[in-house]
């Protein structure tokens, strides 16, 4: 069955992907209406999201907002399919690193990146920073139920130097490259509300109390590595521009959780200038009522 799903259903994925970026757009254009307006798809998750970040907003704001974001929404989409086949001059034109040379100062000191950052703006095109610093790079990625297209994913990824690794096995691969000597780059997008199962720790995010990831702290600390904090802006529609900047690069003498507040604050303080650009479907606040009372 996976196979006739993919035999069904990739070649249409990569007919859409060869498109040029302004069909790509009137494509998205036209899915918004449907989607927004007909499907109506998690409009009250959206709209219930932005209440609880922006109580002091009034409702024809947040409103405004919602629609900016199903716009942008179904355009991170778009290029996400456009992934599958874009060339690397294109990903050149459409996602810069103004300050890249942070890297060339950062790579001297021999140690290891954490890059952190939020789902937000365009976090796919990300893969193409290995192609602009010595760093051999990774991305912790959930994989995809359907063995065909998380192989396709993989092999399209690939292509710009990032490997793809499962979550779970992002620790062997630091190991792995601590033994070898290899300077890596391990991408963490940790903005996700982790399950209850797994919650350590618990801080408020926009005045919300909710339990957080610590994952990329704790592999900072344990295998002394740099934390560096990846900002996304969306400077029109299809380009981005990502800076760059340290956490810090002695974890260790941080207290417990320290690099994980400096984390979230970063993060609210990003999606506080455009909340339109930051991935609001997700139920950012559903464990609210579960928070320790302490």
Known sequence: MNLLIYILVYPLIWFISILPFKVLYFISDIFYVIIYNVIGYRKKVVLDNLKLAFP????????????????HFIDIFIEMIKSFTISKEEVYKHYKYPNIDFFTELYKDGKSVILVGPH?????????????VNYKGYAAYT??????????????????????????????EIIHNQKNNIQAMYGLLSDQSPMLKKSFYWRTFFNIKVPVHTGGEMLAKKYNMNVVYMNVKKVKRGYYETTFSLITNEASKHPDYELTDIFIDKVEKQIRKQPEYYFWTHKRFKHRDKAPKN
Do not use: C
Request: aromatic share 16%.
């Open 143 to 172: 994989k995809v139920n359907n063995p065909y297209f998380n192989n396709k994913i993989l092999k399209s990824r690939k292509k710009f130097g990032t490997n793809l690794v499962p979550t779970s096995k992002i620790i062997t």
């Open 120 to 132: 937000y703006a365009n976090w796919e095109w990300i893969m193409s920073l290995d192609s602009f």
């Open 56 to 71: 002091e907003k009034p409702i024809e704001e947040l409103l405004e907002i919602q629609k900016k974001f199903y716009h």
